[in-house]
């Protein structure tokens, strides 16, 4: 269930080249790497889980049968389709709003100064102390925790729209009015496809912190939803039921993470870096 | 065909670029102008291209003022300026995309096979070479069949021989196509090789200092540069280059 799609690669054109086995071995170890440091934390949590009482600390083996019932029971999917669907939405939602505001940022002056103050103090607001507000507001259904993932996801997907809509170097703007393109033209062959480098890093990090909103939302007022289930862990010292559902979360982060990369492969960004 | 009259040009933060720059150009002639760098060469340019509005002073194309960009002219940068995520034939059709609403065009594949890149219709920019995606840009300017095509040292970021090559090449191209130009260059030889006159401009502010007229035959080849003939011009924009101001130049 665990997707392993952040890992980071180097670019390793241009290397020295060493002699074959070697680079063989070093290429199943890079590639093994995951399984193995997995391997090793499970060891060492299962090592730990000995010396404390199962309330404080549940060993691997526990938490992989609680996982299972709650698979079986169905509780699990249901919670974690509830934290999605309040978390995608959250980011769809975020992601509007970031290109709303960001689009007439990165073209105008006035819009810059008029709005830009809000955004960095979108920034500076902890989002958990005004949560409570948007329950009062918006009751606490579903919709209040939409508009709190909203909240989390806007910053850094803003701020790659409008670092990404800039990036399109004078002379290629030069291009295009010596081409007399309309602005709508500009903008779709010039200053998007120049932008999806920068806007796919502001969803990457978006994606991933959808479900800390959504989580955060749950947490404070829900009756379902991952946030609920680990609640409700924590109520019954079912400590085994609070990892599952931490567990997943991580799951379903990664998940959303590898979507996105995986848009990003569709779409060949990486031909972007001229 | 392409006049300049009285062009002036003074930036927003006080830097005068250009002060009184006239040039006139005939039909499918080639002009060189060369230089001190900073002089105003590339402000010029960006005017004659309609990009930018002069303080004061005209620019004319075939009797029609020049204000703002216009199709019947093409333009061609120091780098190649070139969308990665386009491929070389999806790159030179660009303009054809844009505001270009004329009719008579080339195709793509003539394009390519006048520049010289055959086999290299579906590479992206980033696999090719700075001297390749020069040509790329060449044949990007070219598509639309612009009357009058200007050159900001197109071939400045190449090595000499890349830039030989290329020179010659555009040569060939823009007598086949018999396209006015204009081009900036820094390298004499080249501005010799190519034109038909060389404009040599004063230290900033840019003005002209002098004409050399090229009377070599075409089509030119480097062979010619050992003519003393050749050797003779290149002195002339020398001697123009080297010339004493009048007006001492100002330290600011
Ligand atoms: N956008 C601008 N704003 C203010 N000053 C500018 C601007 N562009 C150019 N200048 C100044 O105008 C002068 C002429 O610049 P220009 O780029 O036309 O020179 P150039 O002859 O093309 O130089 P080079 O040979 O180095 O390319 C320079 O002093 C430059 O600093
Ligand atoms: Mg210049």
């Known amino acids: 269930m665990f ?52 309330f404080i600390l549940p060993g691997p083996g526990s938490v992989a049968q609680r996982f299972l019932e709650k698979i079986a029971d169905g509780s699990l999917p249901f919670h974690a389709l509830v934290t999605l669907s309040e978390a995608l939405p959250g980011l769809l939602l975020g992601t509007l ?37 948007l329950f009062i507001w918006f009751g606490n259904g579903p919709l209040t925790k939409v508009l709190v993932c909203a909240l989390v996801v806007f910053f850094p997907i803003v701020i790659n729209v409008i670092a990404g809509l800039r990036s399109a170097p004078q002379t290629l703007r030069d291009l295009f009015r010596a081409l007399n393109a309309t602005p709508a033209q500009t903008f ?81 960004v990486e031909r972007w870096a001229a | 065909m392409l006049i300049a009259e009285h062009i002036s040009h003074t930036y927003p933060n ?15 002639q080639f002009m060189a102008i060369v230089g001190p760098s900073g002089c105003g060469k590339s402000t010029l340019l960006r005017v004659l291209a309609g990009l930018l509005r002069p303080t004061s002073g005209k620019v004319w194309l075939a009797g029609e003022p020049v204000t703002q960009p216009s199709p019947r002219i093409g333009m061609m940068f120091q780098d190649a300026a070139l969308l990665p995520w386009r491929t070389v034939a999806q790159n030179i059709r660009l303009p054809l995309e844009l505001g270009w609403r004329g ?100 230290p900033r502010p840019g003005r002209p200092l002098g004409i050399v007229r090229v009377t070599l035959p075409r089509p030119r080849h480097w062979g010619m540069e050992s003519w003393p003939e050749f050797g003779h011009l290149v002195g002339q924009v020398r001697a123009l280059l080297a010339q004493p101001l009048v007006e001492p130049a100002r330290v600011n």
């Open chain 1, 3 to 54: 997707v392993f799609t952040n890992r980071i690669r180097i670019r390793d054109d241009g290397q020295a080249s060493s002699s074959r086995p070697v680079l063989l071995a070093g290429r199943m170890l890079e590639r093994f790497a995951p399984l193995l440091s997995l391997s090793l934390f499970i060891g060492v949590w299962h090592w730990l889980s000995l010396r404390y009482p199962p």
């Open chain 1, 97 to 133: 709003a970031a290109f709303a505001l960001g689009i007439p940022i990165s073209r105008s002056r006035l819009a810059d100064r008029l709005l830009s103050p809000f955004i960095v103090a979108s920034q500076g607001v902890p989002f958990i102390a005004v949560a409570p507000l």
């Open chain 1, 188 to 268: 779709m062959k010039l200053e998007l496809p120049a932008a999806l480098p920068f806007i796919f890093a502001g969803l990457r990090v978006g994606g991933t912190l959808s479900m800390v909103g959504a989580i955060a939302g749950e947490f404070l007022s829900a009756d379902r939803g991952l946030g609920f289930l680990i609640n409700l862990g924590n109520s019954f010292y079912d400590t085994p039921l609070v990892i599952v559902g931490v567990l997943t979360i991580v799951g379903l982060a990664l998940s959303v993470y590898g979507a996105i990369r995986l848009a990003e492969r569709a779409l060949r």
């Open chain 2, 14 to 28: 006080g830097v005068e670029a250009l002060r009184q720059f006239s040039l006139q150009l005939s039909a499918g």
């Open chain 2, 103 to 202: 009719n008579a065009h080339f195709s793509v594949e003539e394009l390519i096979q006048l520049v010289g890149l055959r086999g290299f219709e579906h590479a992206y920019p980033r696999e090719l070479s700075g001297g390749m995606a020069q040509r790329v840009s060449l044949a990007r300017a070219l598509i639309t069949r612009p009357p009058v095509l200007l050159l900001d040292e197109p071939f400045g970021a190449l090595d000499a021989m890349t830039r030989e090559n290329l020179t010659a090449a555009l040569e060939g191209i823009l007598r086949a196509t018999q396209t006015t130009a204009v081009m900036v260059t820094h390298s004499i030889a080249e501005a010799v090789f190519l034109a038909d006159q060389v404009v040599v401009s004063s």
